[in-house]
């Protein structure tokens, strides 16, 4: 078993008792990166529980040799995408993938995720023709949030104050 394999093993254990799951896990350098979810979202709570758990279950087992840090959030709005569950969970949404260097004329590509395959996925660009590219020349998937337009204020000026004609 691989060391990837083990802390693995041992984060999904310690994760188990508070109903959330893996999303992802990533060692970078000393950092060991924890990304969780669950239907609905992650809470902040539950982000403090499940950090405290794991890092508990790393202790015991030790699983990772010298010193690290360890990282437990949700994977957030704007969330890499990383593996084929990752890629085929987001079908339907907005992504921005950023090419390998030399793999084509423009780098970033942004478009809907329409299709995951083993070797490559297809987009849908803005201008609705569809693109597919490579696994092999992907550097890194993301979701892209975007905001809605903001509320307008309804029989109130800016600052939510009156209208001067409501004071006549």
């Known amino acids: 078993m691989t060391l990837s394999d083990e802390v693995t093993r041992v984060v999904t254990a310690a994760l188990e008792p ?34 405290k758990a794991i890092s508990r279950a790393l202790d015991a087992a030790d699983p990772i040799p010298g010193a690290y840090t360890l990282e437990v959030s949700s994977p957030g709005l704007e969330r890499t995408l990383r593996t084929t569950d990752h890629l085929t969970g987001a079908i339907g949404e907005k992504v921005r993938v950023k090419l390998n260097p030399g793999t084509g004329t423009e780098r970033r590509l942004v478009g809907t995720l329409r299709r995951v395959d083993g070797d490559s996925i297809t987009l849908e660009t803005d201008e609705g023709a569809p693109m597919q590219v490579e696994r092999t020349d992907i550097e890194r998937v993301r979701t892209v949030f975007e905001w809605g337009p903001a509320p307008k204020p309804t029989g109130a000026k800016s600052g939510g104050r009156p209208t001067k004609e409501a004071h006549t």
């Open 18 to 51: 508070h109903d959330v799951s893996l999303y992802d896990l990533e060692m970078v350098g000393s950092v060991l990166r924890v990304s969780i979810d669950r239907p609905g979202g992650i809470d902040i709570d539950s982000v403090a529980l499940v950090n």
